[in-house]
């Protein structure tokens, strides 16, 4: 909770002291580096998992090993992301009508670095030392927080703010990674680069839960990318400011997800219940969204102000939107890491569906930024439907024979 607090100064502050051009470019490329940074969700999702079922099973070796291959295996990709990135820079920042490369490549370094960072946070998360991780996640977001609050009290460049998060990143992977050393005895099983079994069923994993992940982070960013591309510089920063108090809602219930998802794969894994587990996740993220929803109805025009200021203040009428567009793919986000506890798979291409519908809906219809976000919540709400029939399959089986028998 902290370092999605720090998060959100990050943008407040950002938004208040760069100009709408230089933040509608800060957030489309933040959007570009969550993009990519999905195999690195994908790496951890299947970490954490592995990790929880051999801690299930108290076979404390085999996660040694386990996490030593996975660590050897991510750097690689790293490498290999990072050239592709460097080669088709060009093509990118064309479609994102940016001039600055030396932004984008920071971006990118950064991208390459989360990869064996996910990791490590997965190896945290699989074994529930919720705390040690809430710990490394904050202290990123306080450390990138505090760099950009000295590097625009001290009038540096908008390169500084981007270069902040690159540092922090470095900083808690070098930290995370010490820790680690010591617990886990990585470097006495370094020289071990035969794939292990347990390995090889993660890759299995890995592939569906990298798919999933993609679907939804394009379905929940692709929107900034669109608007930097269709509409002005400025008409950009002023879409990110509201955005920006979406994403409140969509990423503040993520300590409720990084909680459930070792706990439910645990429980799958020793044949215990997971439903009830799932109905309190969605329960406390309904209340928490649909309060946000309605504060930031309340009166948009003074929170603009207030945060940050006039040059704002056409975001206010899009935030009473955004923040009930926000409530469905904050609901699909725990359901969708449900289903991946359970090794359930076949919600995936409603996933992909949506995906691409709203992607050929905002490049059809863009007339306003509102149609952009009404998009978003059709697609977001018609998926999240979809996601809980598969979820509640049986349930809803059961209740049509009972029908069937009144009638």
């Known amino acids: 909770m902290t370092g999605n607090i720090c998060n959100y100064l990050f943008q407040l502050f950002t938004g208040r002291y760069l100009s709408t051009v230089d933040f509608g470019i800060l957030n489309s490329l933040f959007s570009l580096f969550v ?8 790496i951890l999702l299947t970490t954490a998992k592995s990790i929880s079922d051999l801690k ?15 660590l050897f295996y991510t750097i690689c990709l790293s490498c290999i992301f990072f050239a592709l990135g460097f080669v088709f820079r060009g093509v990118i920042l064309k479609f994102l009508s940016i001039t600055d490369s030396y932004a984008y490549l920071i971006i990118l370094v950064s991208m390459v670095l989360t990869l064996p960072l996910m990791v490590f946070m997965g190896i945290l998360q699989g074994r529930q030392k919720f705390l040690k991780l809430g710990i490394f996640n904050a202290g990123q977001a306080i450390i990138k927080l505090l760099l950009v609050v000295i590097a625009i009290v001290l009038g540096l460049s908008f390169r500084s703010v981007m270069t902040s998060t690159a540092i922090s990143i470095i900083i808690i992977l070098v930290t995370i990674f010490h820790f680690s050393k010591k617990e886990l005895n990585i470097s006495k099983s370094f020289s071990v680069l035969t794939i292990d079994d347990e390995v090889l069923k993660m890759l299995k994993y ?11 982070t394009i379905m929940t960013n692709i929107d900034m990318i669109l608007v930097k591309h ?11 400011t509201s955005a920006m108090f979406g994403k409140i809602i969509l990423y503040f219930p993520g300590a409720i ?3 459930m998802f070792p706990m439910v794969s645990e429980s799958n894994a020793l044949k215990t219940d997971t439903k009830r587990l799932l109905g309190k996740c969605l329960l406390y993220t309904s209340l928490f969204c649909f309060f946000s929803a309605l504060v930031l109805c309340i009166n948009p025009e003074l929170i603009v102000k207030t945060l940050f200021g006039v040059k704002y203040i056409q975001s206010a009428a899009l935030i009473r939107f955004v ?12 359901n969708i890491n449900y289903l991946l506890a359970i090794n359930k798979f076949s919600f995936i291409y409603g996933l992909i569906g949506g995906c691409i519908l709203e992607i050929v809906l905002v490049v059809f219809f863009h007339n306003s930024m509102l149609q952009v976000l009404t998009i978003l919540f059709l697609t977001g709400i018609t998926v999240l439907i979809y996601t809980l029939t598969i979820t509640f399959k049986k349930q809803i089986n059961l209740s049509n024979k009972d029908i069937k028998r009144l009638v």
Do not use: D
Not at 35 to 42: E, F, L, Q, Y
């Open 56 to 70: 299930a099973l108290k076979n404390k070796s085999k996660i040694e090993k386990v996490v030593t291959q996975i």
């Open 323 to 334: 923040g009930l567009v926000m409530i469905p793919l904050a609901l699909l986000n725990i």
């Open 230 to 240: 269709y509409f002005s510089g400025h008409e950009a920063g002023v879409y990110a």
């Open 257 to 259: 997800v990084m909680a």
């Open 206 to 216: 890995v592939v569906p839960s990298f798919i999933a992940m993609l679907c939804f």
């Open 35 to 42: 993009i990519t940074s999905v195999p690195g969700n994908a």
